[in-house]
């Protein structure tokens, strides 16, 4: 996304500067930033907690809270990959929406999101619906 991202910028500056104007370019700007900042998230927490369980449940040893917060990751993540497409597919709003109103909209969907998520994540935690193991010798319901 930064390497097409910065590619538009460039022809903006070079050849259509008014394309530099418009709100929305910084919004996704914005948000791939936050796109950005969530990938690191999820290189120096997330990837070794999983390679460090793996032939484990995923969260095992880890706190509730924890857990929430990779879930919130993942929710964060979604969310700003699909709302640039979504702004990208809406000519509509250019030069016409305020990238402070679109960055508002977008923390208003994260915060469904991430809410959604989270609750979601404990909702199915409490539930924990427990499979047979498939371990040679172990006891089947059969």
């Not at 809406?90 to 929406?97: F, G, R």
């Not at 990238?99 to 969907?109: E, F, H, K, R, S």
Request: with cysteine; charged share 10%.
């Amino acid at each position: 996304m930064w390497l097409s991202g910065i590619g538009f910028l460039l022809n903006y500056y070079f050849y259509n500067p008014v394309g530099l104007a418009n709100p929305k370019v910084w919004a996704k700007v914005s948000i791939v930033a936050v796109l950005t900042l969530n990938g690191v998230f999820v290189h120096k927490a997330i990837l070794p907690l999983i390679k460090r369980n793996v032939g484990r449940a995923l969260f095992d040893g880890v706190s509730p809270a924890m857990e929430g917060v990779f879930l919130a990751s993942g929710a964060v993540s979604a969310t700003s990959w699909y709302v640039p497409l979504v702004l990208g597919a809406l000519p509509e709003i250019n030069y016409v929406v305020s990238a402070q109103t679109i960055l508002a909209i977008y923390a208003g969907i994260l915060s469904v999101a991430i809410a959604c998520t989270v609750v979601g994540g404990r909702i199915f935690t409490k539930a924990e619906v427990r499979e047979p193991s498939l371990q040679p010798g172990a006891p089947t319901l059969a």
